[in-house]
């Protein structure tokens, strides 16, 4: 599975709470790992992008 950001995404990261950015970073090192993680879940919003909701719900749109 591939993944990208995108700009906008990357502008609104940057200004975040570090705690947030931390868990968003570690939702994303376990989407790497195992996209099929039962504390992953995918939403799809475009026919080619999806969001990515965390168990702690964190939603990680790209």
Do not use: C
Not at 41 to 58: N, T, Y
């Amino acid at each position: 599975m591939k993944s990208r950001t995108t700009a906008q995404f990357r502008n609104l990261f940057v200004n975040l709470p570090q705690q947030v950015q931390q868990q968003a970073r570690e939702a994303y090192q376990q989407f790497k790992q195992d996209p099929w993680h039962p504390s992953l879940r995918f939403k799809q919003v475009h026919p080619r992008a999806f969001d990515l909701i965390a168990k702690s719900r964190l939603k990680i749109s790209g």
